[in-house]
């Protein structure tokens, strides 16, 4: 009796198995009904039934699921006073754990603690930022990705206790101003281009799935982008 992970890849990565598309499926407004706002969330699998035949012993397994998603925007200066932001695919590691360990059971596949898949967001792979037109609105760019494919499968008289953790990176970039006087450098002021990921997250059991009627654990994520422009000038003199 043993987990069965499925692997999930992209643009770069392994061949995807277990139903994750290649890419990322753009959306516009909120995170869909059912999402719980990052954190863990928590589920049971259904009720525990014995193969054909026999009845097997019930067994529980808690599992583990954390979702850390990597990525390295570049800002730079451009042409005519503009600024350039570009977002190279999202690398998202999935870490999946299960106590106690499941043995090995015929017929399916062995258990894959570590895996990873690409998220690419074509509407923010490259933003021009414009201040002297005021584009894109505000400042700030969104877009959002949506990802749903297998964790793992666990015969069907497990139960499965599964929590999920969703980490949401977010950071800063500057571009300083500088002027040169009497030959020395001087910051005169600076641009700053703040980025946050928010991965949002959902476990769910579908019964049944996964090889000789296994149970499948199966993930939905939600990777919404937003980046924002800040200038301002500092008058050090």
């Known amino acids: 009796m043993a987990c069965n992970s499925y692997g999930m890849g992209g643009p770069g990565g392994p061949p995807m198995q277990g139903g994750f598309a290649p890419g990322g499926m753009m959306m516009v407004g909120g995170p869909p009904a059912g999402f719980a706002p990052g954190g863990m969330v ?14 097997a012993p019930a067994r529980s397994a808690d599992v583990f699921v954390e979702v850390s998603p990597e990525m390295q925007p570049n800002f730079a200066r ?25 043995p090995a059971e015929q017929g399916l596949a062995p258990f894959k603690p570590y895996e990873e898949f690409f998220v690419e ?33 666990a015969p069907s008289n497990i139960t499965m206790n599964a929590q999920l953790k969703a980490n949401s990176p977010y950071g ?7 002027q040169v006087a009497n030959g020395m450098k001087q910051k005169i002021g600076e641009s700053r281009l703040d980025y946050r990921l928010q991965v949002e997250g959902q476990l769910s059991v579908n019964p049944g799935a996964g090889n000789f009627g296994a149970n499948r654990l199966e993930v939905d994520l939600l990777l919404s982008f937003t980046c924002s422009l800040q200038t301002g000038v500092d008058n050090f003199l």
């Open 42 to 55: 928590m589920m049971t699998a259904g009720p525990r039934v014995g193969h054909a035949g026999f009845s």
């Open 121 to 153: 967001m074509p509407e923010v792979s490259r933003v021009i930022f414009d201040p002297a037109r005021g584009m894109p609105p505000n400042f700030t760019v969104t877009a959002q990705a949506r990802k749903r494919g297998a964790v793992l499968e």
């Open 78 to 102: 451009g042409p005519n006073g503009v600024f350039v932001m570009d977002l190279p695919p999202i690398r998202v590691r999935l870490a999946t754990n299960c106590v106690p360990p499941l």
């Open 172 to 178: 800063s970039l500057l571009l300083e101003d500088l």
